[in-house]
């Protein structure tokens, strides 16, 4: 059964550094781009990053470019975020999803997992 599995998330005071991960199963991971993406109670969700299925090719948001960096590690089924220089605004629930690079239409979603920057 296909799973992703996020860790990581937690509190951390402005300026901190925190690192997602999302680990992989019941699919061949290495054929998916992978993304993060947050979400806060009322807004929209949005895409932070992107990284290819090579790991070759990575895309971010404005709000996040310079301080995070999305990786992975195929051999592990695993994607990263890696957020430094963390602000109050980047508290959100974080998504991590799997979206296979040919065939369109066949996404998976993680169940989120809460990110919370304050003092």
């Known amino acids: 059964q296909v799973q992703l599995v996020e860790s990581g998330g937690g509190l951390v005071q402005p300026g901190g550094s925190l690192r997602l991960s999302c680990a992989a199963s019941g699919f061949t991971f290495s054929a998916y781009t992978m993304s993060w993406y947050r979400q806060a109670p009322g807004k929209e969700r949005e895409l932070v990053a992107d990284?290819?299925?090579?790991?070759?090719?990575?895309n971010y948001a404005d709000s996040v470019k310079g301080r995070f960096t999305i990786s992975r590690d195929n051999a592990k089924n695993t994607v990263y975020l890696q957020m430094n220089s963390l602000k109050p605004e980047d508290t959100d629930v974080y998504y991590c999803k799997a979206d296979h690079a040919v065939v369109a239409g066949i996404v998976y979603w993680g169940q989120g997992t809460q990110v919370t920057v304050s003092s």
């Open positions: 990284i290819s299925h090579a790991g070759v090719t990575t």
